[in-house]
């Protein structure tokens, strides 16, 4: 008896700090987005350019949306190994810097990239697409966006010539892309929470 009284309020307990972990959180993004942004490739150097004027349209964790009309997106970032095959093309990029920025030029948010994977999903459609992470540098969002790393969730490519089949030539074309903290701390609070209540119900058989 003395045991299970024990469990509960340890359990009660660690229920009580999460709760409080999860409510004094300022991680209020979920993700940013911008599309139709200008891409480049310059075989000569490895640098993959992506740019634009863009709406960046931020979601919070609630689902809400606020858009930035005219704001910017500027990506930066090099190749670091070509290990395209078959004509499919496979690159893998590292170094340089992402930045969303609003319609006055302050910095939404700023990173120096970890790495960015692209591939190739078929050939001669003249479409690629990519995942990677970067560390949070700065903007005003920062303290929104929480965390010091980012999900690169995704990247989607539309480029040309569309034969593309490995990165030893130039290219151009067109992207979408969006970012997220990761781990999102509202996820781990009700992962850790279902947890405990799993816990609470084992030992309660």
Not at 73 to 83: G, V
Not at 140 to 148: K, Q, T, V
Request: net charge negative.
């Amino acid at each position: 008896m003395e045991m299970k009284r024990r469990v509960r309020v340890t359990v009660l307990f660690s229920v009580m700090v999460l709760l409080a972990a999860c409510s004094v959180s300022h991680a209020t993004i979920q993700s940013m987005s911008a599309t139709d942004l200008t891409i480049s490739f310059t075989a000569d150097d490895g640098v993959l350019s992506i740019w634009d004027t863009a709406d960046i349209v931020v979601e919070n964790t609630l689902g809400q949306q606020t858009t930035y009309t005219q704001g910017e997106f500027d990506l930066n970032t090099l190749l670091q190994t070509d290990a395209s095959s078959g004509g499919i093309a496979i690159g893998s990029f590292a170094g340089g810097y992402l930045s969303f920025t609003d319609s006055s030029n302050n910095a939404l948010l700023t990173g120096d990239i970890v790495s960015i994977d692209i591939v190739e999903p078929f050939d001669g459609w003249g479409m690629l697409t990519g995942q990677g992470q970067f560390k949070v540098t700065g903007g005003i969002l920062e303290s929104d966006f929480a965390l010091p790393h980012g999900d690169i969730v995704q990247i989607t490519f539309n480029v040309s010539p569309a034969s593309i089949g490995d990165f030893s030539a130039d290219f151009t074309g067109s992207s979408n892309i969006t970012v997220m903290p990761v781990p999102e701390p509202a996820t781990i609070c009700m992962l850790s929470l279902g947890g405990l209540g799993l816990l609470r119900r084992r030992k309660s058989v």
